[in-house]
């Protein structure tokens, strides 16, 4: 197969879709994707869209260093991304604001158990639960499509302007830069609805994720 093929960009009606070939090297792979958006120009600059990778099944390292190439050389707005492992994510409009001091984000499909950790010098976008006992730690943001009641501690490396937010958020502790925060009782809270954490005046407030 021709060299220029290895790599195909396709439109459809849900978004764009990139197709790799399933017996080429992953080294050349990158090489070409990184080629054919430097060559895309502004074609894909501030387009708003859904992103598929198919052709071959990749691993969460191998799909992080593929948008991180995409993300490095053009200004795409990925509100979806889908893989071959099935796995489909939807990122919230906050996901914006995480692409701008860090391009490179972690994506975990799977709760967090008592014991379990991730740590990511970037994002993380989790989907699961991160449960008592289990922690989540980043120098960027963290979003949890889940229910956080474990751990979460973002912009880890003095980052305060760094967020959390979750579909469910009773965390044991959470903290953002070097401020730390309890949270009451989870059945005194109430909430809900999704919310996120951010620092303001050196102290951490948690909104309605609105």
């Known amino acids: 197969m021709n060299l220029e ?23 050349v792979l990158c090489e070409q994707l990184e080629k054919k ?5 502004k074609f894909f600059d501030n387009v708003k869209t859904s992103l598929a990778f198919k052709g071959r099944t990749f691993s969460d390292e191998e799909e992080q260093e593929l948008l991180r190439i995409i993300t490095d050389h053009t200004t795409m707005e990925i509100s979806f991304l889908k893989t071959e492992n099935n796995e489909l994510v939807q990122l919230t409009s906050l996901l ?26 970037g994002s993380v976008v989790l989907i699961g639960d991160v449960n008592p006992g289990a922690e ?13 009641k474990g751990m979460a501690h973002a912009g880890c490396e003095g980052m305060t302007d760094a967020f959390v937010a979750a579909i ?5 502790q959470l903290r953002i830069g070097d401020i730390i925060t309890r949270f009451p009782d989870e059945n005194k809270r109430g909430a809900k609805a999704p919310e996120y954490a951010f620092v303001q005046e050196g102290q951490i407030f948690v909104m309605p994720l609105s």
């Not at 989540?136 to 956080?148: E, F, R």
């Not at 469910?168 to 044991?172: E, G, I, L, Q």
């Open 168 to 172: 469910y958020m009773a965390p044991v």
């Open 136 to 148: 989540v730690k980043a120098t960027g943001n963290i979003i949890i499509l889940g229910q956080l």
């Open 96 to 121: 914006e604001k995480q692409m701008e001091p860090y391009n490179l984000t972690k994506f975990h499909k799977g709760s967090l158990r008592n014991g379990q950790k991730i740590e990511f010098d």
């Open 5 to 27: 093929n290895y790599v195909i960009f396709k439109g459809t009606k849900d978004g764009v879709t990139v197709l790799f070939q399933d017996d080429v090297p992953f080294e």
């Open 37 to 41: 958006v430097q060559e895309a120009g």
